[in-house]
Structures are given as C-alpha cells and as structure tokens.
C-alpha cells in the first residue's frame, strides 16, 4: 500500500533519520515503537507531508510518489490522527467529523445528510456515543479518540497513521480503541500505530518495527517474537 525507503532527515547537526525504510501492506497493523528521540514522530511527518525527506523514496503499489506536504498526502489517501487529536471542543460529533469537508447542497450546509453519514460511519465502527450533537468537550477520553478516528475515515483513506493512540486512556477505554484499530484492519486499511505501550502494541498489531537513534533496529512478527526481543531492539542491549 504504500512504502518508504531510505529515508533521511537532517535538522542542523541532527540527525533525525539516517536510512528508515518502512512497509506499510494492506490489511495489516503496523507498530513503530522507539524510544524517545528514535525518530518516529519525524518519520511520520514524513509520510503524513508535514516535513520534506532530504532524501529516500516513498512509493505507492510500488510507483514512486512525493510528499511534498499535508494535502499531498491526503491525496494519495493517507490520514493521520495526531496525539493531541485536534477536535474543537466547543463542536459537536457531527460538527468535528466533517470539519473542513462540510457537506453542502448550493451554499447551505446540508445538516440532515451530514448527520446520516456521521451515524452510519460511527455505526459501521462499532462506536457507541448516545448523542452525537453534543459538545466533544463532554465525551470522555476513548470516545473522543475513536471521534478522531472516524474523523480520520471520511476522506476514505487507504493509509491510516496513529499517534499514541491510548496514551492517557483507562483499562476499558483503551480496550474499545484497540478493538477499533482492529476494526480498520478488518476494512483492508494500512494501519500504522506509533505507541510507547508494548502491552497495547503486542494486542493489536500485526508486525513490530523498531527504529533507535534514527536507524532501523528490528522488524518483528508480532506472534513470532518476545517482549525482551523487542526491548532488546529499543535500547540496543542483549536478549
């Protein structure tokens, strides 16, 4: 689905990724894990057009395309859903969901049909919010990530990328954006999930990639590998 290689990024004198490559297949959920300052925050603003690589390639069903910024990769259908979410507080559900791509009929919003489409999406995703009209700012922590999820689907992507997507998430809360992870796989998504949790990542992914100090340091079958294989890639240390 879409796949980059030898990526390089520089700021000043360092050096935020020296040679990443990363395979992003359809159907599959793909954990970036590292730790602080590996490269993963820069490599995903590689892939989602935030920065510029100054070198490598990035190709699409194997043909080489660029990313030259954020519209770019909506256009080749990749979406992200960024840690801090950017939803607008005082919106509600519908209103956040098709921010900046309102439905119109002429010059008028079209309200009835936003609202239809908002409830079929968060149906067909299994989200439970009793009252999608109300302010995003009442809702609580996982439904308001599974809010920017469902957010991130209305382009129809083909690539989605989640940043911490637990992060600051109770038990139950965290168990219903896993289960919608898996329900992104299950639509023949790319799902790429950045996260510092190896407990959440070693639930819902498929593959485990490691980058530490900017490099490529492991790429694991979930099932086939061991916690202390992957943290033994993190920090660089023995098994």
């Known amino acids: 689905m879409l796949a980059a290689s030898n990526i390089s990024k520089r700021y000043g004198a360092v050096q935020a990724?020296?040679?990443?490559?990363?395979?992003?297949?359809?159907?599959?959920?793909?954990?970036?894990?590292?730790?602080n300052g590996a490269g993963k925050s820069t490599l995903v603003k590689v892939l989602s057009g935030v920065v510029i690589a100054d070198d490598g390639l990035i190709e699409q069903d194997g043909l080489p395309v660029r990313i030259a910024g954020p519209h770019d990769a909506q256009r080749l259908g990749v979406s992200t859903v960024h840690q801090d979410l950017a939803l607008c507080e005082n919106l509600d559900v519908v209103g956040n969901l098709f921010l900046g791509a309102e439905r119109r009929r002429w010059t008028v919003l079209n309200h009835i049909r936003m609202e239809r489409s908002a409830r079929d999406l968060l149906s067909s995703l299994?989200?439970?919010?009793r009252d999608i009209r109300v302010p995003v700012a009442m809702l609580s922590g996982g439904q308001r990530q599974s809010v920017a999820i469902a957010r991130a689907l209305i382009g129809e992507p083909r690539v989605v990328i989640l940043d911490e997507p637990t992060a600051a998430l109770g038990v139950e809360q965290t168990a219903q954006v896993l289960d919608l992870i898996r329900r992104l796989r299950d639509r023949g998504l790319a799902v790429l999930v950045i996260s510092h949790n190896l407990v959440d990542v070693r639930a819902v992914s498929d593959r485990i990639v490691v980058l530490r100090?900017?490099?490529?340091?492991?790429?694991?079958?979930?099932?086939?590998?061991?916690p202390e294989a992957v943290v033994a890639a993190i920090t660089g240390g023995a098994v």
């Not at 299994?126 to 919010?129: A, K, M, N």
């Not at 100090?213 to 061991?226: H, I, K, V």
Request: proline share 5%.
């Open 17 to 35: 990724l020296d040679g990443v490559s990363l395979d992003l297949p359809p159907g599959e959920v793909v954990a970036l894990v590292g730790d």
């Open 213 to 226: 100090l900017g490099r490529n340091a492991g790429d694991f079958r979930t099932a086939e590998s061991t």
């Open 126 to 129: 299994d989200v439970r919010i």
